[in-house]
């Protein structure tokens, strides 16, 4: 049913800004009971929760990483993007987008495949 797809360069430099973009199918984005988050796994590392933002707009993000992290919304693409700047090697992960349920304690019900960014010189 919905289903989401990360997309963006795989190669960021240290310093620079990852930008990724999160296509939504299947559901809309500004539905109610649903938001809208960003996650990343670094290497040999848990997962990473990073931000979220809601059905109408508003966004959260994790304490860490609130003063680099900007995830916005297209809602005529029903897309939601990430932004983290200043990025050093150690945000080299595999990213996911994933939408979270009101309906289930506020679980994750569908994921993205992830998409590796990796940040070298």
């Known amino acids: 049913q919905v289903q989401l797809q990360e997309s963006g360069p795989g190669l960021v430099k240290p310093s620079q800004t990852l930008s990724l973009t999160c296509t939504v199918s299947g559901g809309s984005i500004v539905t109610s009971y649903y938001a809208w988050s960003w996650i990343r796994q670094p290497p040999g590392k848990g997962l990473e929760w990073m931000g979220v933002?809601?059905?109408?707009?508003?966004?959260c993000y994790s304490p860490s990483l609130k003063s680099r992290t900007s995830i916005s919304r297209d809602t005529s693409k029903n897309q939601f993007s990430l932004q983290l700047t200043s990025v050093t090697p150690e945000d080299t992960a595999v990213y996911y987008c994933a939408r979270v349920t009101y309906y289930s304690d506020y679980d994750i019900d569908f994921w993205g495949q992830g998409t590796q960014v990796t940040v070298t010189v």
């Open positions: 933002i809601a059905h109408d707009g508003s966004t």
